[in-house]
């Protein structure tokens, strides 16, 4: 799959669809690599948040009653 960039002259209407080149290439994958470690680093915290609130559970406490407590 060839990937493309539409550019749009808006002075004279004119449109253009082309392949992308090397630069803007690299740019979509720095791009994607970016989303994907974003991605991670969220789906890292969810699984921290699980594992916190089910320790709490096993203690038979929950989040509010650390906020109660002023933790």
């Known amino acids: 799959m060839t990937l493309q960039i539409t550019e749009h002259n ?6 253009i ?6 630069d803007e290439l690299k740019r979509h ?5 970016l989303r994907a ?3 991670a680093k969220k789906e890292a915290a969810q ?3 699980a594992e916190a609130e089910a320790k709490l559970s096993a203690l038979g406490l ?8 002023g933790l």
Not at 29 to 33: A, I, K, S
Not at 62 to 69: I, S, V, Y
């Open 17 to 22: 669809t082309r392949p992308m080149n090397d």
């Open 62 to 69: 929950t989040t509010d009653d650390l906020r109660a407590l």
């Open 37 to 39: 470690a974003e991605l």
């Open 47 to 49: 699984k921290a948040k």
């Open 10 to 15: 808006a002075q004279t209407g004119e449109i």
């Open 29 to 33: 994958q720095d791009l994607l690599d």
